[in-house]
C-alpha cells in the first residue's frame, strides 16, 4: 500500500487536525512573551555580537573560554554530578531531535533515573513548549535553579529571551552561553543530562564537546537521502572529536492514515537504518511520523507520558532501552 497514494490521501487528517490547535488553546505561548529576561541584554558592543539580540549578561565569552576553546575534546573533564552527558544532534532542521530528546529524558525518568534536558538550540528553543514549562528559572546565589517537568530538570534560552528575539550570535558567544548552562545550573546529582543540539556541525556542537566529557551522541534522521546525507557528516563531526555515537533514530518512518488505515512512507523508509549498517553503528529504532506526536509536542505532553501504549510511545521507549543499553556498554562505570 505504501506509495500508492504518493500526493493525494483519500482522506486529509492534516487539515482538521490544524484547525484543531486554536490560539485559544495555546495560552502558555502568549505567557512567554511577558518572561522577563534574566539579566539585562548587552547591546551589541563588540564584534562577538552582530546586531540585534546581544547576550544575556554573563553569557559572554571569558578568558576561560577562550582558553577552552583552543583545546581537543578529549581533554574535556566530566561535569561534576552528572553521570553521562547525553548529546542529541542531527544534520538538519525539523528531523526530530527537539522530540526525540523529550521523549527520551521522559522515558529515562520515568525508568527511574535521574534526568536532565539542556536546551542547547539557541536559534530554535522548542524545549519549553515541549514540555509546557514557561517560568521564569529562579536564581539562588549565582547559581539558575532548572525547572521541572515530567520528572526531568529543564533549561532553556526560551525561559530567558523572549520567543520573538532573533539569536544573531557568534561562536565565543554560544561557548559563553553553553558554559554557563552546564556549570551556572543547578543540575544537582543526574544519571544523564540530554544536550538538544542545533542542526548541523556548527560553534554548539564543538563548545559542548570542549567544555564538557561527553559521553556519546544519538543521531536524529528521518529516512530520506537529504536528511541522511546531513546525519552523516554530524557523525564523522563527533567521531572527530572521539565522541562515540550511541546510535541513529529514524524519525518519521511511515505514516498510517488515522482515517482509512492505509500506511504512506512519506520521508521514505530505512535510510537512518542502512546508514547504522554501513557505519557499523547502533540502529536505535525507528519512530512513526504520527498526527498525535506533534499534537503532543505543541501541548507540552510527551508521547511517552501521554499515550505510553500507542506505536510512536513505544517505539520511543523501545529507543530509550536502547540508548541505555548502548550508554552501559560504553561506559560500564556509569551503569
Ligand atoms: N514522529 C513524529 N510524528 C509527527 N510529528 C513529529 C514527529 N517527530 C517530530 N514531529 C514534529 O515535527 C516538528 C519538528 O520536530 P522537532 O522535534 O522540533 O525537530 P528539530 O528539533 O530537529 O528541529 C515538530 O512540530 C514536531 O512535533
Ligand atoms: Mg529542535
Known amino acids: 500500500m ?17 484547525d484543531d490547535t486554536r490560539a485559544d488553546e495555546r495560552p502558555h505561548r502568549d505567557q512567554r512573551r511577558r518572561l522577563p529576561i534574566l539579566g539585562p541584554v548587552s547591546p551589541p558592543s563588540d564584534r562577538d555580537t552582530a546586531g540585534r539580540g546581544g547576550a544575556p549578561e554573563g553569557m559572554r565569552p571569558t578568558e576561560a573560554d577562550r582558553a577552552v576553546a583552543s583545546r581537543h575534546p578529549r581533554e574535556a573533564g566530566p561535569l561534576e554530578g552528572v553521570g553521562s552527558v547525553v548529546a542529541v544532534s542531527s544534520g538538519k532542521g525539523g528531523v526530530g531531535k527537539s522530540t526525540i530528546s523529550t521523549n527520551l529524558a521522559a522515558a529515562w525518568a520515568q525508568m527511574g533515573h535521574r534526568v536532565g534536558l539542556l536546551d542547547a538550540d539557541i536559534y530554535g528553543p522548542d524545549i519549553p513548549t515541549m514540555f509546557g514549562a514557561f517560568d521564569r528559572p529562579r536564581m539562588v546565589g549565582d547559581q539558575v535553579q532548572p525547572l521541572e517537568g515530567h520528572g526531568v530538570k529543564l533549561m532553556s534560552l526560551g525561559f530567558l529571551v523572549d520567543e520573538d528575539t532573533p539569536a544573531i550570535w557568534r561562536g565565543p558567544i554560544i561557548m559563553g552561553i553553553v558554559r554557563q548552562f552546564l556549570q551556572q545550573v543547578a543540575w544537582g546529582e543526574l ?47 563527533f567521531q572527530k ?49 504520527g498526527v498525535a506526536v506533534r499534537e503532543e509536542g505543541d501541548r507540552g505532553v510527551p508521547t511517552v507520558i501521554g499515550r505510553p501504549d500507542s506505536p510512536e510511545g513505544l517505539a520511543f521507549q523501545r529507543m530509550a532501552e536502547a540508548a541505555a543499553e548502548r550508554l552501559r556498554q560504553l561506559e560500564p562505570e556509569h551503569a
Open 2 to 18: 505504501a506509495g500508492r497514494h504518493p500526493t493525494h490521501f483519500p482522506c486529509n487528517p492534516w487539515k482538521a487536525r490544524m
Open 191 to 237: 544519571d544523564y543530562l540530554i544536550v538538544d543540539l542545533p542542526p548541523g556541525t556548527g560553534d554548539a556542537q564543538l563548545s559542548l564537546c570542549q567544555l564538557v566529557h561527553v559521553s556519546g551522541a544519538v543521531m536524529v534522521t528521518t529516512p530520506q537521502d537529504v536528511a541522511v546525507g546531513g546525519v552523516l557528516k554530524g557523525i564523522r563531526m
Open 241 to 289: 572529536l572521539d565522541v562515540p555515537v550511541v546510535g541513529i533514530v529514524e524519525n518519521m518512518r511511515g505514516f498510517v492514515c488515522p482515517t482509512c488505515e492505509s500506511s504512506h512512507d512519506i520521508f521514505g523508509s530505512g535510510g537512518g537504518e542502512k546508514l547504522a549498517a554501513a557505519l557499523d553503528v547502533p540502529f536505535l529504532g525507528a519512530i512513526p511520523l
